[in-house]
C-alpha cells in the first residue's frame, strides 16, 4: 500500500514538472541573463464581423457626385453588403464594382449634392487585435474624371 502511494505522488509530481514546462521556461547562463523559450500565445487572433459606417458630407457648390472611391485597408474583407442612405435615411440605388482593394460606388439615378451620405459597410471582417483599419475616400464629379480627395476614416480594432 505504501508503495502504491509512494509511487502515485511521485508519478503526479513528474507529470506536474512536465506540463508545466511546456509553457515557457526561463534559462540563465553564466552572465545571469534570462532567455524565455516556448512561450505559448493565448488567445489566438481571431476575427469578427463588425459593421464600419462613414458619413460623407457633399458641399453645396460642388458639381453633382458621380462616383465615390474607398480604399480598403489590407487588414479586413469587406463583403458585397453595403448601403448607401442620405441625409433623411432613404437607400439610395448604387452600383457596386471592385478592382483589388478599390471600391467603386456609382451613382446611375439620383443627383448627389449638398447632402450627407451614409456609407454602410455591413459585413466587415476584421481582426480583434493588431492595427487600426484606415480608409481612404476620393470622390468623381459629374462630367470630371479627376478624383477627388475626400478624406480617410479610421476604425480601431477591440
Same mark, same amino acid.
Given at each position: 500500500?505504501?508503495?502504491?502511494?509512494?509511487?502515485?505522488?511521485?508519478?503526479?509530481? $513528474? +507529470?506536474?514538472?512536465?506540463?508545466?514546462?511546456?509553457?515557457?521556461?526561463? !534559462?540563465?547562463?553564466? /552572465?545571469?541573463?534570462? #532567455?524565455?523559450?516556448?512561450?505559448?500565445?493565448?488567445?489566438p487572433?481571431?476575427?469578427?464581423?463588425?459593421?464600419?459606417t462613414?458619413r460623407?458630407?457633399?458641399?453645396?457648390?460642388?458639381n453633382?457626385?458621380?462616383?465615390l472611391?474607398?480604399?480598403?485597408?489590407?487588414?479586413?474583407? $469587406? +463583403?458585397?453588403?453595403i448601403?448607401v442612405?442620405?441625409d433623411?435615411?432613404? !437607400?439610395?440605388n448604387? /452600383?457596386?464594382?471592385? #478592382?483589388?482593394r478599390?471600391?467603386?460606388?456609382?451613382?446611375?439615378?439620383?443627383?448627389?449634392?449638398?447632402?450627407?451620405?451614409?456609407i454602410?459597410?455591413?459585413?466587415?471582417?476584421?481582426?480583434?487585435?493588431?492595427?487600426?483599419?484606415?480608409?481612404?475616400l476620393?470622390?468623381k464629379? $459629374?462630367?470630371?474624371?479627376?478624383?477627388?480627395?475626400?478624406?480617410?476614416?479610421?476604425f480601431s480594432?477591440?
Amino acid at each position: 500500500m505504501k508503495k502504491t502511494l509512494i509511487s502515485a505522488a511521485a508519478f503526479a509530481l $513528474v +507529470s506536474a514538472a512536465l506540463i508545466s514546462a511546456g509553457y515557457a521556461t526561463a !534559462k540563465t547562463d553564466n /552572465n545571469r541573463v534570462f #532567455n524565455v523559450n516556448d512561450s505559448v500565445k493565448f488567445p489566438p487572433n481571431s476575427w469578427r464581423i463588425v459593421k464600419h459606417t462613414f458619413r460623407v458630407q457633399i458641399p453645396r457648390n460642388n458639381n453633382t457626385l458621380s462616383q465615390l472611391i474607398i480604399d480598403t485597408p489590407s487588414s479586413v474583407a $469587406v +463583403s458585397n453588403d453595403i448601403d448607401v442612405l442620405d441625409d433623411k435615411g432613404q !437607400k439610395i440605388n448604387i /452600383n457596386i464594382s471592385v #478592382n483589388g482593394r478599390r471600391i467603386l460606388i456609382d451613382f446611375p439615378e439620383k443627383v448627389i449634392s449638398n447632402t450627407k451620405l451614409l456609407i454602410e459597410f455591413n459585413k466587415v471582417r476584421q481582426p480583434t487585435v493588431g492595427p487600426a483599419s484606415v480608409y481612404s475616400l476620393w470622390a468623381k464629379a $459629374v462630367g470630371n474624371d479627376t478624383e477627388i480627395p475626400v478624406g480617410t476614416a479610421q476604425f480601431s480594432t477591440f
